[in-house]
């Protein structure tokens, strides 16, 4: 099932190509470098075109296109949410370079083997990755192989979602805890009479600490936007009293007729 095309969306790219005229009729931006969030889903668009131009882009929805090909991606440095569900990629070289991104969606592409992932061992920042969507019906040829998803947190030790389900994180502790007793309770008998290690704890040293929220350039520009508005709004209600004002005082100037003796 592929996703679908938003309803009233117009515009599409010439011959399946994303073209700057396509950016900024999709945003209402002027400039491609003002874009932070950019949905282009079921466009049926082949190629990425100029949008390795949206230098600041932090969040893009692909999905639902015939897309194979991702070598404009590579000049997004900014990105932090992919979805690329349902299209035709099979190379995820230039993914290698979003050194930000940390939300990748790939289900329903072309994905064969373990050994097209590994470009992406070096995204530090990369806490999901899906490949498959029961929901969706979307997959991989790599999701026939039934261990593939233990295979992901070797390879990826630092996400805490795989296709959607939560697999590490704070709560990803505490299952390890029990795993390492089960297994130390599993063993011989012998193992009991060893002397006991110096007791280390659970998790490292300001782990609960609360860490100030991150303030992304896409709320900071929502916040921006708002701002406007709201100067807008004002200035607006201005002008309406002043032209009352002017309207009530033209009227009061006005004789009155039944004044007039005759």
Do not use: W
């Given at each position: 099932m592929d996703p679908q095309a938003e309803p009233g969306e117009e515009g599409e790219g010439e011959g399946g190509r994303i073209t700057a005229q396509?950016?900024?009729a999709s945003t209402g931006q002027f400039a491609l470098e003002s874009i932070l969030l950019l949905r282009l889903r079921g466009r049926g668009l082949a190629d990425l075109g100029c949008l390795g131009?949206?230098?600041?882009?932090?969040w893009l929805d692909l999905s639902g296109n015939a897309i194979a090909q991702l070598g404009?991606?590579?000049?997004?440095?900014s990105l932090a949410v992919l979805n690329l569900?349902?299209?035709?990629?099979?190379?995820l070289e230039p993914l290698g370079s979003c050194e930000s991104l940390q939300s990748l969606n790939l289900a329903g592409n072309l994905v064969s083997s373990l050994q097209q992932l590994q470009c992406l061992t070096g995204l530090r920042r990369l806490e999901s990755l899906r490949l498959r969507d029961a929901l969706g019906r979307l997959s991989n040829p790599v999701c026939a192989a039934g261990a593939y998803r233990?295979?992901?947190?070797?390879?990826?030790?630092?996400l805490k979602a795989i296709d959607g389900e939560r697999v590490s994180g704070r709560g990803s502790e505490l299952y390890q805890l029990c795993k390492d007793l089960d297994s130390s309770l599993g063993r011989c008998p012998a193992a009991a009479a060893e002397p006991p290690h110096t007791p280390k704890p659970w998790v490292e040293e300001g782990f609960w600490e609360l860490r100030p929220a991150r303030r992304s350039s896409i709320i900071e520009e929502a916040y921006r936007q708002f701002s406007d508005v709201l100067r807008e709004c004002r200035e607006l209600g201005q002008r309406a009293d002043d032209t009352i004002a002017?309207?009530?005082?033209?009227?009061?100037?006005?004789a009155d007729p039944s004044s007039y003796v005759f």
């Open positions: 396509l950016l900024k131009e949206c230098a600041n882009l932090e404009p991606l590579a000049a997004l440095k569900a349902s299209n035709r990629v099979c190379s233990s295979a992901l947190g070797d390879m990826f030790p630092g002017q309207a009530e005082r033209a009227l009061s100037l006005r």
